[in-house]
């Protein structure tokens, strides 16, 4: 193809929006609630893994950070992505999928899953430095 950089790596991989998940989880509505009608939403789930670990219970914030990262990981696949490349924190869709990924790697090293804890941390840091940075 004329003109393509071949050294510029894997193009950003930007998710759709969800403008009625969004919109519901913005204006308050519970994340289990969100999270029932809308499962592929990543951010209901990166919510309720957030509410769990703060209330102290790492293995239900395994599970629902688990959730997110994987229908993220659906969504991501979809939209082009295949394994690598940028996901990037601007694009706030993709906040879902990282603050998951960020969630999964925080109750993977609460439960004492170490290399699973370093995996998603640098898989974090690989996609998108501003989230890791953000979110750390």
Same mark, same amino acid.
């Given at each position: 193809?004329?003109?393509?950089?071949?050294? !510029?790596?894997?193009?950003?991989? #930007?998710?759709?929006?969800?403008? =009625? $998940?969004?919109? +519901?989880?913005? &204006?308050?509505?519970? /994340?289990?609630?969100?999270?029932?009608?809308?499962?592929?939403? !990543?951010?209901?789930?990166?919510? #309720?893994?957030?509410?769990?670990? =703060? $209330?102290?219970? +790492?293995?239900? &914030?395994?599970?629902? /950070?688990?959730?997110?990262?994987?229908?993220?990981?659906?969504?991501?696949?979809?939209?082009?992505?295949?394994?690598?490349?940028?996901?990037?924190?601007?694009?706030?869709?993709?906040?879902?999928?990282?603050?998951?990924?960020?969630?999964?790697?925080?109750?993977?090293?609460?439960?004492?899953?170490?290399?699973?804890?370093?995996?998603?941390?640098?898989?974090?840091?690989?996609?998108?430095?501003?989230?890791?940075?953000?979110?750390?």
């Amino acid at each position: 193809m004329p003109g393509e950089n071949l050294l !510029s790596g894997p193009p950003e991989t #930007l998710l759709p929006d969800d403008p =009625a $998940a969004r919109e +519901a989880l913005e &204006s308050g509505v519970d /994340a289990a609630t969100v999270a029932a009608a809308h499962p592929s939403f !990543s951010a209901a789930w990166a919510d #309720l893994a957030d509410r769990a670990f =703060a $209330a102290g219970d +790492a293995v239900t &914030s395994y599970a629902y /950070a688990r959730t997110g990262y994987h229908r993220g990981l659906d969504q991501l696949r979809r939209a082009g992505w295949r394994g690598q490349g940028p996901v990037p924190w601007a694009h706030e869709p993709n906040r879902g999928f990282l603050r998951s990924l960020n969630a999964l790697g925080r109750a993977a090293e609460a439960i004492g899953e170490t290399d699973e804890a370093a995996r998603c941390a640098q898989f974090l840091r690989d996609s998108s430095a501003e989230a890791a940075e953000a979110l750390g």
